[in-house]
């Protein structure tokens, strides 16, 4: 193991790092909406709206993020449609993840007790007031884990961002690779900036499950 090679490479791995968290955290966030509106539209069996999101859901849980980013970037300025590589990072990821999203966020809706929203109308409360004061707060707390989970799986699919010329973590790695061969030294940088990205969020998706959990049984 050459540590002058790796010293001379963190810097490289910082700004690698720095991107593939940029658009990493932007496509958690799209996912988070898009997965919370789907989810909502699905429990409420919204016309129209409802199958559109199915669809949406069916077709991108069951293809790669690779090939959706290809699509992206490679099909849509065939027909006139051209965006950024950066841009077409960001928003692969939040597709991808919304539809992970949607389904954890509809279990949790699920779980809540049909006899609690009955209740809340009985007191004069509208759909739209149960379902942000009373159904949401609780859902999200049973979707917690689900919620994390998934936020891990998707910052590891910024792995493949490479793909599309974006400079992240794995295109780095790879180009250095290439360049001196110093292949070892390398992929130990990429497996512990990448550990870097999602140790800490492992972590504090535990202590906050956790700390629901204490909150919702008072144990």
Known sequence: MDWNVI???IPLYWD???LTLKIGWIGVALATLIGLVSAVVIHFRIPV???VFK???EIFRNTPLLIQLFFLYFALPKIG???SAEVCGWLGLGLLGGSYMSEA???GIEAIDSVQRESALSLGMTDFQVMIHVILPQALSYST???VANIIFLLKETSVFSAISLMDLMFRAKDLIGLYYNTAEYLALLVVFYLIILLPVS???TVLERRLRYASFGT
């Open 55 to 57: 669809i949406y859901i």
């Open 49 to 51: 709206l409802s199958v």
């Open 7 to 9: 010293s001379k490479s």
């Open 105 to 107: 966020f509809r279990s």
């Open 145 to 147: 884990p689900a919620f």
């Open 81 to 83: 449609v051209k965006i």
């Open 16 to 18: 690698a790092m720095l």
């Open 203 to 205: 972590i504090l998706g």
